[in-house]
């Protein structure tokens, strides 16, 4: 066993360490270290007197780690990962400059009228922030986010779909709410031109997100609990909340349609709520962000976000 020494340790030595274990020969790994074989030697025989322990059973051809060599090798590699990671955020916080553009993704249906909403008053009491949106489909958003081309998501959860969340390296932060609400063009009464129960034997006409969107992973299960689907008939489907919207207020269906987006047409009139009050779907309304991709301002947001919700 080697003598340990208080000399002071160089963490490409666990690169060099590495090198070995995958050629198991110390000269093809002095030329991945780019280093000659001497020069190589010294340093594996400085990591082992650093460390106590033999690292390297030389005796075998190729050569290979001992035990404590895998063991420290592992160990090495993930601080140096960690190490790396750490200041890379730190660099890229530091470089920001102060007119960092934050970017949002968002679908359209949150995108129409909550956003610039909650936009307005976050920046109310957080302060003023520069920042743009990108109102697209939500896997277009994902994406995005995974590519590290956004800095927030914004997306529905509700008791039938975890929405983003189901997505690994994600973590996200509740910002308001929002009801799905079944609606339809009203008469004159204001009452809804259409009538739908559970014991319906006419089927009404019905506006309905495509399998794809992701909205419809809330209503579709919803409809099933409540045994609406007999009672309507599909005549139209989209994966937009506007052009459903605009159906709808042309009198073609019913339409499950998030309240903040109908509230001006619930307000004049020129759409009703029909149904039963637990027709209607309660979502919370979440920002997410990728935790890997953060710089000094997303995480003052974040921060900030996370303080309000508590």
Known sequence: MHELHNSEMDFNWFH????????????????????????????????????GVALVDRARHPVSLTSPGTQLLEAGLQALDRLENERR????????????????????????????????????????????????????????????QVDFVIGYTSGYSRGIGAYAGTESVQIGEDVLVPVCKCRADGTPIFELSERSVVQAPYLQFGPNAPISEHIGP??????????????????????????????????????????????????????????QIGLEIRLYRLRAHTNRLTRAIWGYLQFRQG
């Open 89 to 148: 955020e730190i660099q890229d916080a530091q470089a920001q400059p102060e007119n960092y553009v934050v970017t949002f993704g968002a679908q359209h249906s949150i995108g129409w009228r909550f956003y610039p909403a909650w936009l307005q008053g976050f920046e109310e009491s957080f302060g003023p922030i520069m920042s743009r949106l990108r109102a697209d489909d939500l896997q277009n958003c994902v994406t995005d986010l995974m590519n590290r």
């Open 16 to 51: 060099d360490l590495g090198h070995l274990a995958r050629t198991g020969h110390f000269s093809r790994a002095a030329e991945m270290s780019n280093i000659s074989q001497p020069a190589f030697s010294r340093r594996i025989k400085a990591l082992e007197d650093w460390a």
């Open 222 to 279: 919803h409809l099933s609990r409540h045994r609406l689907q007999a009672g309507l008939r599909t005549v139209y489907e989209n994966s937009m909340a506007g052009a459903l919207r605009i159906r709808a207020r042309d009198g073609a269906g019913i339409a499950w349609l998030p309240r903040s987006l109908v509230a001006p047409d619930l307000e004049t009139g020129q759409l009703a709520i029909l149904g039963e009050p637990d027709w």
